[in-house]
């Protein structure tokens, strides 16, 4: 009989821990989808050892997340936050300190989930060190941000490149990350799996909604959102100019519209002082401050009633794996404008749910945003169809697909080149 130790899923998020906050730093879609993975293989009962970098010297060496999850922090570089680059130099160490670890506590591991490239470089060397297989999740791709028109990391992509020809299977976020790596990086369709995550906000309660429209101050008033991780690649600058547009239409005089979040690692070195300095910057010489209100990175957990009080979720991202955000949005209630990149076709319903923009022109996100403000109508009807859209989505789904693409790779009796049953394929993915 197998032990439940036995069973344990090594989970390797090197620089992104379920726990941390989100809407800061590195902290975003990643962190909550591990989470969410962990908390739901622990109720199917698989356990679950993660192991993330130790960035800050006040957190215990291990922390529960659920019960059988653990969360382990290993002291490997300075114990504070480094820039992603710097983190690759640890890699070597990190594997060795699971390895470590593994061989103290006699740890027999089912197999390695790693999140993130820098993670597949950890969980490639546990692969032959643990004598488990491995399963790749990459939440986002040099290449998938490069075709966006973004600075390319050429070593990262090459990387990636080499990770996806050699991991045993690859947990895709959506069905266009699925087709990047098909043809961006010659990944083999039958190894590819898509598993979209899901969304979990309570509805929002009215006397929650009611407090934030009072702290806002935004009685009488209609309230566009955008949230995120401030960085380039997310496009606030789009909607900034898109509402400096909207604001010069009389009948749209009172429309203010909130950001959340805070500047990321990229973010914090862009411009002069910041992603927020610089959007900031672009809000006042706009004339627009009095119609702008930056909020901060607010906790997941608090986040339903904004997104519920919104009229509209703008996402003009320049490139999305998924775009959780859009989800989290519909699942309240709001439609949501967005560009037509990545996954977020799969999560906006165009002209259901709400718009989907080719390109980044600001006018045409200010005509759709004005559009939707103009008809309430419209808006209500679209908003009842993102709520039952949202509901297709689910983090149980999620968690189901992820845990039979273990059970598949965990069992040789099972061919690694029978696809996963969520495989991608080019045809299919037209
Ligand atoms: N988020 C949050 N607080 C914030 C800003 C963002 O909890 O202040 C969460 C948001 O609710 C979503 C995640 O961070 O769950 C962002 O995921 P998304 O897929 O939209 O973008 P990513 O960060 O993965 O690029």
Redo the contacts with the bound molecule.
């Keep these: 009989m197998t032990e439940p130790a036995a069973r344990a899923i090594a989970v390797v998020s090197v620089h992104a821990s379920p726990l941390s906050d ?2 800061r730093g590195e902290n ?3 962190n ?1 989808g591990v989470l969410r993975l962990c908390e739901g293989l622990a109720e199917r009962g698989v356990p679950t050892d993660v192991f993330v970098r130790r960035d800050d010297p006040d957190l215990p060496a291990e922390r529960q997340i659920a019960p059988g999850s653990r969360l382990i922090l290993l002291d490997v570089g300075p114990p504070q936050p480094v820039p992603k680059d710097a983190v690759i130099q640890m890699l070597d160490g990190f594997a060795d300190a699971v390895l470590e670890r593994a061989a103290r506590e006699e740890r027999i591991y089912r197999l390695v989930h790693a999140h993130y490239w820098l993670s597949g470089l950890v969980a490639r060397r546990l692969r032959d060190g643990l004598g488990t297989p491995w399963v790749q999740s990459f939440h986002s791709l040099a290449r998938m941000r490069a075709a966006a028109g973004l600075p390319f990391d050429f070593q990262r992509g090459a990387i990636e490149e080499e990770l996806a020809g050699q991991a045993d299977r690859i947990v895709a976020m959506s069905r266009a990350e699925g087709r990047a790596l098909l043809r961006l990086y010659r990944a083999r369709s039958e190894r590819i799996c898509v598993a979209e995550p899901g969304v979990d906000l309570e509805s929002a309660r009215p006397a929650d909604i009611a407090a934030v429209r009072r702290k806002l101050g935004l009685q009488g008033r209609r309230m566009i959102l955008f ?3 401030l960085e380039p690649l997310k496009g606030a600058e789009t909607l900034v100019e898109a509402i400096r547009q909207v604001a010069s239409d009389p009948d749209l005089a009172d429309t203010v519209c909130v950001l ?2 805070d500047d990321s690692g990229d973010g914090a070195r862009s411009g002069d002082g910041g992603e927020r300095r610089r959007l900031e910057g672009l809000v006042a010489s706009a004339g627009i401050s009095d119609r702008v209100r930056f909020l901060g ?4 957990t608090a ?1 339903a009633p904004y997104y519920a009080l919104a009229d509209v979720c703008v996402v003009p991202s320049r490139v999305e794996t ?4 859009a989800l ?1 949005a519909q699942a309240q209630g709001t439609p949501v404008v967005a560009a037509r990149v990545g996954g977020l076709p799969e999560v906006v319903a165009d002209g259901e749910t709400g718009h989907l923009i080719d390109g980044h022109d600001p006018s045409d996100y200010a005509a759709a945003i004005a559009a939707l403000l103009h008809d309430d109508d419209a808006r209500r009807r679209m908003g009842d169809a993102a709520r039952r859209r949202a509901a297709t989505f689910g983090w149980d789904r999620m968690v189901d697909r992820i845990l039979s693409i273990y059970n598949r790779v965990s069992s040789p009796e099972i061919p690694l080149e029978l696809p996963c049953g969520y495989e991608v394929s080019l045809g299919s993915l037209g």
């Design positions: 989100l809407g975003g879609g990643m909550l949230a995120g991780r959340i979040g990175a607010i906790p997941h986040l998924f775009g959780l955000v989290e």
